[in-house]
């Protein structure tokens, strides 16, 4: 089952399709509104302080206390740009 195992750190919506969320645990998961289920997840190196959906719905972009910022495609989650330092 996909399910966050600590404090959750910031949400995000696009539509009435998926909601992201983020934290503590080091996860991001991508939820199914529908269902209410987790679709897929992925992790950072360190906790994940947020995230937010690109306009068109098809990214996600997670902000990480291990310097980086990460890009998902969404649904898959299969990381697209690794981000460095910020």
Do not use: E
């Not at 750190?9 to 503590?24: F, L």
């Not at 992790?43 to 937010?52: G, I, P, S, W």
Request: charged letters at 15%; aromatic letters at 10%.
């Amino acid at each position: 089952m996909i399910a966050h195992r600590s404090p959750v750190s910031g949400v995000d919506a696009v539509g009435a399709k998926y909601v992201a969320t983020v934290g503590y645990d080091n996860q991001v998961i991508l939820w199914d509104t529908a269902t209410k289920r987790g679709l897929a997840r992925s992790f950072h190196d360190h906790l994940v302080n947020q995230c937010r959906f690109s306009s068109c719905g098809s990214y996600l972009v997670t902000a990480s206390s291990d310097y980086s910022a990460r890009v998902w495609d969404v649904p898959s989650m299969q990381l697209r740009a690794l981000l460095r330092g910020h």
